[in-house]
């Protein structure tokens, strides 16, 4: 009896206190649960934590390294922003021009595009001796002049000759023979001449610097024109001969008859006009006589000279340089262009105490008759005298 009821006993115990330890299991469990679930968050909020953290910081150098690659970009893109901006500014044909407004009362500067004028392209003028095709010519020294005379003045002898016949304009080469006449008449040299508006140039509409009105002698007319080719004073020499210009122009062609010269024409005393034309061995006959003037010897040698007309002084230069040089001895000279004509020279020199005259025509080049005069003065100084007939009968050859 006793153990059946303690027996009893023990199976009631059992039964009441299973479900409060299942109740404590559960309880249990769900502290666990609830203390994870707790946890969970926390955790996640902690690697969110760290993450916003760590996106923050890379954002902030994703940024930074942006903000630097963006500089670089825009420091790279800036030079040809700007040199978009010249090229479109700056075209062949355009350019900036900086202009002040004032706008609401304010000012301001900008800057406008300006269409440059567009300058056409000339052709270059061929001379006459280029239309003849005297250029084409070749010589034993390689002159730059189509054409070209050597001679020796005491006999007459041709020591260098190239295209000597051909006919061509001779340009201010024209002021010897003005001067020639107007010496050969006796004309009172101080006699004072005027300057006007027939004396301007009309042909090439070349300048002057004697004004109309201006006042000189005749002599100092006669050395500038010789000296330094004024246009102005050889066109008053004319006018101021007995019968007038055409008088004088006439005079000129008879005087050129008269030596012999058969290709020479002229149709103004100061050879503007490509009408005047002559041949280089007409022109060596002309210097021969030239030289025969003292007058003429030293107006066209002299290196400069001052002259006053109407109280003012100008002062001219030879133009030629040659007769400033200590290496030559010249005795009479003219320089000579217009577009027609070319660089043209005559001279009359002494080389090696031997005198000789020298003609270029058709020079082409600033200086290049004087270099070509340079050439056939050193040919003479290094050549024998057989050797130069014998050079000169191959050149013709």
Known sequence: MLKSALGVFFSLLVIAHAPVAQAKELATSSAKKTTAAKAAPAAKRKTASKNTAANKATGKSSKHTSSKSAKRSNVKAAPGKASRS??????????????????NGKKRVIYQRIAQPVIPTVPPVMTAGDIAGLSMTRDALALASSVALVIDQSTSE????????????????????????????????????????????????????LRVGSQLSRANMLHI??????????????RHYPGGLRAFVATMNAKAKSLGMRGTHYVDSTGLSSNNVASARDLAKLVVEAYNHPILRQYSTDSKYVVEPGGRALQYANSNRLVSSPDWEIGLQKTGYISEAGRCLVMQTNINERPIVMIFLDSKGKFSRLGDATRIRKWLETMEPQNVARTQRRIEG
């Open 86 to 103: 010249r090229s479109a500014s700056l075209n062949s044909d355009e350019k900036l021009v900086k202009k002040v407004v004032t706008v």
């Open 225 to 238: 024109a010789l000296m330094s080719s004024e246009n102005r004073a050889a066109s008053a020499l004319g």
């Open 158 to 209: 041709v020591l260098f000759e190239k295209n000597a016949n051909v006919t061509l304009p001779i340009a201010s080469i024209t002021k010897l023979m003005t001067g020639l006449v107007v010496v050969e008449a006796q004309q009172d040299m101080n006699e004072i001449l005027e300057v006007t508006t027939e004396d301007i140039d009309r042909e090439k509409n070349s300048s002057s610097r």
